[in-house]
């Protein structure tokens, strides 16, 4: 690859053929400024016409993509948009920008003014040509020095690239998606491609915040690139077999938010995660949200590594089946704890005789306590009486295994819900389909929805 000054504007030339040649600027505005997420109407209604050409730069520095969706602007201010320093600070996309990709004419001149102080890059399209000399030649030559935040969808489809992007010096936020149809995610080519890919993060030492979401399901021993990785406070893992490599994550001393999944949704792993394996976290003591999803087995062992606890503030344990009733007094070694919930679906393996009284009522020491979830692990409402010592809690989600009819309703609000005097929500689940509907009882909203394997629901 070389370097060619044609006219005081550089481009990059292909001495084999020369799919990177000198185009012309005013071919690359437009299509460009279409493409970061900008509509542009012909509309003269706007009052936003009516400021001065200095106001609306000004204004337009501080709106975001959503914001600027939402106007109809007219008239010259329009040309503000053509300006690239005036939308540096929203994300620029990898897979419409004519200078990552192939065979699209741009200048050198072009491409440095649309990357000055441009922080944010996304990557949304798998069938997008974007070329890695291309990327490569631009991180070589520092024009992507200002990047710090990079979302990328279809990760398989763009492994090279992210493997390039990992040598950027300033990412503090990386976020990576790869949904697939059941051939893709059993390929064992897309497989190897994303192993390389995480393999190379352990460049990025500057990363603060780290989100993986894979359809397959690869070795947790592909995490050894978080051993680099001492700057990160938040983690979320989905889509990795963690019967393996969680003693990777011995030393982020620093993480505030811990979000695993054992395998992910498409996927069970043959072998289950041991309790003794999370004692490999025992000096993650910053931990205030911690999400374990997919833990069967679960108890005070594996509890022991986050309890006691003065930092935590949010707990989440789902579709950990068999879970052991002593964990219960664990958790309620967080006194400072805001959010529970233990969420499971009516197929989940859970053995409620062993939660009894005497293992709620440790519960009762979470005074902070403001929302609880309880799916599948009591027998009716009348086991709520044990944690009546709740009383800051304002939202409250139950599902049973017995849907409720209007005698047990009638019982639960006149004899249950008054032990919880700040209680503001209520929201009864089952896996009964058509049962979502809303009603008000004083000053208390109660929800009626349907919850099956899989669905994402609102708790807080």
């Given at each position: 690859m070389q370097l060619h000054i044609i006219s005081n504007k550089r481009t990059l030339f292909n001495s084999r053929h020369s799919d990177l040649q000198i185009g012309r600027l005013d071919s690359q505005w437009t299509p460009l400024k279409s493409r970061i997420d900008l509509i542009m109407s012909s509309s003269s209604s706007s009052p936003l016409i009516r400021l001065p050409r200095a106001q609306w730069s000004e204004i337009i520095s501080h709106l975001s993509a959503d914001d600027l969706k939402s106007l109809r602007l007219a008239g010259p201010r329009e040309s503000c948009l053509r300006v690239p320093h005036l939308t540096s600070h929203l994300a620029l996309r990898m897979d419409h920008a004519p200078f990552f990709l192939q065979n699209v004419e741009y200048t050198e001149l072009a491409t440095g003014k649309w990357l000055a102080n441009r922080q944010r890059l996304i990557i949304n399209n798998a069938h997008a040509p974007i070329c890695p000399r291309r990327v490569s030649y631009l991180i070589?030559?520092?024009?992507?020095?200002?990047?710090?935040?990079?979302?990328?969808?279809?990760?398989?489809?763009?492994?090279?690239?992210?493997?390039?992007?990992?040598?950027?010096?300033?990412?503090?936020?990386?976020?990576?998606?790869?949904?697939?149809?059941?051939?893709?995610?059993?390929?064992?080519?897309?497989?190897?491609?994303?192993?390389?890919?995480v393999a190379s993060l352990s460049k990025l030492t500057t990363l603060q915040v780290l989100d993986i979401e894979i359809d397959c399901v690869i070795s947790g021993r592909n995490l050894m690139f978080l051993q680099s990785l001492h700057e990160l406070k938040h983690v979320r893992l989905r889509g990795f077999d963690l019967s393996r490599g969680i003693e990777n994550m011995a030393n982020l001393t620093r993480l505030k938010t811990l979000h695993l999944c054992h395998g992910n949704f498409y996927s069970s792993p043959e072998e289950d995660v041991k309790e003794e394996h999370l004692l490999h976290l025992m000096k993650l003591k910053a931990v205030e949200n911690l999400h374990l999803e997919g833990f069967d087995c679960l108890g005070e062992t594996g509890m022991k590594s986050f309890s006691p606890s003065s930092n935590m503030k949010h707990l989440t344990l789902k579709h950990c089946q068999e879970m052991k009733e002593d964990c219960i007094p664990c958790i309620g070694e967080m006194p400072n704890l805001e959010s529970l919930h233990i969420v499971n679906s009516s197929y989940d393996d859970i053995d409620i005789d062993n939660f009894q009284t005497e293992n709620w009522g440790y519960l009762n020491e979470l005074q902070k306590l403001k929302t609880l979830s309880l799916f599948y692990v009591m027998v009716d409402q009348y086991d709520l009486l044990d944690l009546s010592g709740l009383t800051c809690l304002e939202t409250l989600n139950i599902a049973f295994h017995e849907n409720m009819d209007q005698e047990a309703f009638e019982e639960l609000c006149t004899s249950v819900l008054p032990k919880f005097p700040s209680l503001k929500k209520l929201r009864i689940f089952s896996d009964e389909m058509g049962m979502d509907y809303t009603m008000q009882r004083g000053g208390m909203q109660i929800e009626f929805s349907s919850f099956n394997f899989g669905d994402e629901v609102e708790l807080d």
């Open positions: 070589s030559r520092g024009y992507l020095d200002s990047i710090t935040h990079i979302t990328v969808h279809d990760g398989h489809a763009h492994a090279h690239v992210v493997m390039l992007l990992s040598a950027l010096p300033n990412v503090t936020y990386l976020r990576i998606i790869d949904q697939g149809n059941p051939d893709e995610i059993s390929n064992v080519r897309i497989r190897n491609d994303l192993e390389l890919m």
